[in-house]
T-cell receptor, first 114, second 113 residues
Framework: GDSVTQMEGPVTLSEEAFLTINCTYT??????LFWYVQYPGEGLQLLLK?????DKGSNKGFEATYRKETTSFHLEKGSVQVSDSAVYFC?????????????FGKGTRLSVIA | DAGITQSPRHKVTETGTPVTLRCHQT?????MYWYRQDPGHGLRLIHY???????DKGEVSDGYSVSRSKTEDFLLTLESATSSQTSVYFC????????????FGPGTRLTVL
């Protein structure tokens, strides 16, 4: 079945550092890929998404590229801020298939210190 | 922001008591989901619904039941709460459209003593 593996945290960075959170997936066919962010005390929010190979999703300075050859969707940001401190979840879905719930990774906690 | 509310937001109860959590949406989305979030486990799907009165089990459905009598409401019931069900519960909705992204509610923190 489908699965998502993301790097374990916590990840601690200084402000303005470069961020990479690794995410790889196992799936047949062509899944859609997502990154969600969860700020303290809140629910998950969709951060970015990509639906086909080589697509790049981007939002709020974060980027991730759908790499089918390496089955990866790594999250990157060039310069993190304290306000980026949150838990980040990689997820996999199926296009036009609400009957197939998203498959989530376990989450990576990011702490950014000033 | 997607119109999803959860009630109650916090609840403390005792072992053996029944508990019902409510998820309400104003988006008219077809699909609704219940997850629990625990340290070290990430998000785990409990049950989901693909229409009024249509539901299915997720990976951790034991001890939980659900009902959906209206498009906008999805109820999660713990028939007899146990301490292992202490968790944060999230509801999510999806339109089932091309991207199939899910939108999440703010969560309910449940403590079973």
């Amino acid at each position: 079945g489908d699965s998502v593996t993301q790097m374990e945290g916590p990840v601690t960075l200084s402000e303005e550092a470069f961020l990479t959170i690794n995410c790889t997936y196992t799936a047949t066919g062509y899944p859609s890929l997502f990154w969600y962010v969860q700020y303290p005390g809140e629910g998950l929010q969709l951060l970015l998404k990509a639906t086909k190979a080589d697509d790049k999703g981007s939002n709020k300075g974060f980027e991730a590229t759908y790499r089918k050859e390496t089955t990866s969707f790594h999250l990157e940001k060039g310069s993190v801020q304290v306000s980026d401190s949150a838990v980040y979840f990689c997820a996999l879905g199926r296009l036009n298939s609400g009957n197939t719930p998203l498959v989530f990774g376990k989450g990576t906690r990011l702490s950014v210190i000033a | 922001d997607a119109g999803i509310t959860q009630s109650p937001r916090h609840k403390v109860t005792e072992t053996g008591t029944p508990v019902t959590l409510r998820c309400h949406q104003t988006e008219n989305h077809r699909y609704m989901y219940w997850y629990r979030q625990d340290p070290g486990h990430g998000l785990r799907l409990i049950h989901y619904s693909y229409g009024v009165k249509d539901t299915d089990k997720g990976e951790v459905s034991d001890g939980y039941s659900v009902s959906r009598s209206k498009t906008e409401d999805f109820l999660l019931t713990l028939e007899s709460a146990t301490s292992s069900q202490t968790s944060v519960y999230f509801c999510a909705i999806a339109s089932g459209g091309s991207y199939n992204e899910q939108f999440f509610g703010p969560g309910t923190r449940l403590t079973v003593l």
